[in-house]
């Protein structure tokens, strides 16, 4: 997927993020945070490669493109980024909620 949000600058490039940029990307991150909690839940025991870390790296990737939807939704405030994050926020505070 050809993302801004997905690409590792620092800073990100916060002019090339649209809204629909933002709805593709955090669905799919917090799909996949999601799909490895149930994994390890489902898998019981297991190593520490399949467990910390390969959450960590998706958690990593849900925070690094969420910190940038608030900080362009701060400054920029437009309606439809507004929505997004707005439909984005419950789920991912019931997500890290959840994991802790």
């Given at each position: 997927?050809?993302?801004p949000?997905l690409?590792?600058y620092?800073?990100p ?6 809204s629909?940029?933002?709805l593709?990307?955090l669905?799919?991150?917090l799909?996949d945070c999601c799909e490895?909690v149930a994994s ?5 025991r297991?190593?520490?490669d ?7 790296r998706a958690?990593?990737?849900l925070?690094?493109a969420w910190?940038?939807?608030?900080y362009?939704n701060?400054v ?10 707005n439909?984005?926020?419950?789920l991912i ?6 994991v802790?």
């Amino acid at each position: 997927m050809n993302n801004p949000l997905l690409e590792d600058y620092e800073p990100p490039l916060l002019d090339r993020i649209s809204s629909v940029d933002v709805l593709l990307v955090l669905e799919a991150l917090l799909s996949d945070c999601c799909e490895i909690v149930a994994s390890i839940i489902d898998n019981g025991r297991t190593a520490w490669d399949t467990l910390v870390a390969s959450l960590e790296r998706a958690q990593d990737r849900l925070n690094k493109a969420w910190s940038s939807v608030s900080y362009l939704n701060t400054v920029t405030n437009t309606d439809t980024l507004h929505e997004v994050s707005n439909v984005f926020l419950p789920l991912i505070n019931a997500y890290n909620t959840e994991v802790v």
